[in-house]
């Protein structure tokens, strides 16, 4: 049985071509991508652990902020693939757009988790706590976190591909609709966080601390591109390894029955 086939399935079986070898997870591309990455990485961590002034109040702790926030907004992002991807199975039924939420739901686990442990690290020399459950923020995020995680065990419960797509995407979505409510968090419920509205805009951080900042985002944002490809590429050759086993099970068994 081979994976369903929908419109857009040849450009779609051309972009997985794009994305790695038939027989390997990474091109030209993702090198030179994964390469980029690291240097400027590497001048994050320069700037903001050497250049970038500390906070007045917060002291040295304030640099926790250049791997918190790129962390949680590119959980953000990770798991609005999943979610978009998640409408596109069910709609669609495509394995691209399935494969291709799979590797979102694994990037966002991870990003998520490292947000809460950075705000965790962050949260005791600031608030005196490493958590509090009063918090709206950090239990919604937690809440996402969890959610997600259900989203690969029910990946990792195995069974029929389109079954286990279908269940995931379920989740897929109750996590996606999650992702606004822990964004808008602070500001819905202004009165149950001890986080502060977003400082990116009020002009309080100083110039260098903003632009370290900014390239964080960046260096994030190609981060998760290229784990995704890489993601996305495994995933795929899963599928089509799936699908030719299972033909040549249904190929021995006609021939078992044609003797």
């Known amino acids: 049985m081979t994976p369903p086939e929908s419109e857009g399935a040849a450009s779609e079986t051309l972009i997985a071509s794009y994305l790695g070898g038939p027989a390997r997870t990474g091109s030209r591309f993702t090198f030179w991508l994964g390469l980029a990455t690291l240097i400027g990485l590497a001048g994050v961590a320069a700037l903001g652990l050497l250049a ?3 906070d ?8 926790i902020i250049f791997v918190h926030v790129p962390a949680a907004l590119g959980a953000y992002t990770a798991l ?27 990037i966002g686990v991870l990003l998520c988790g490292l947000t809460l442990v950075t705000g965790m690290l962050w949260g005791r020399p600031t608030w005196g706590t490493y958590w509090e459950w009063g918090d709206v923020r950090l239990v919604t995020a ?3 976190f969890l959610v997600m995680v259900g989203y690969l065990s029910v990946r990792a419960l195995g069974g029929d591909a ?3 797509a279908t269940r995931a995407a379920v989740v897929g979505l109750v996590g996606g609709i999650n992702i606004p409510i822990v964004n808008r968090s602070v500001n819905w419920w ?50 089509q390894l799936q699908a030719r086993d299972l033909d040549e099970a249904l190929a021995a068994r006609r021939a078992e029955a044609a003797r």
């Open 162 to 164: 389109d079954s286990v």
């Open 190 to 239: 202004a009165n149950r966080t001890l986080h502060q509205q977003s400082s990116l805009t009020d002009g309080k951080l100083a110039d260098l601390t903003l632009f370290t900042l900014f390239l964080a985002f960046v260096m994030a944002a190609m981060a998760i591109l290229w784990m995704m490809v890489h993601r996305f590429r495994i995933g795929w050759l899963e599928r």
């Open 142 to 144: 937690l809440i996402l």
């Open 80 to 106: 609005g693939v999943t979610a978009v991807g998640s409408v596109m199975w069910l709609w669609r039924r495509s394995v691209w757009w399935d494969v291709t939420a799979h590797a979102g739901a694994e």
């Open 52 to 54: 970038a002034p500390a």
């Open 56 to 63: 007045d109040v917060q002291g040295d702790a304030v640099r």
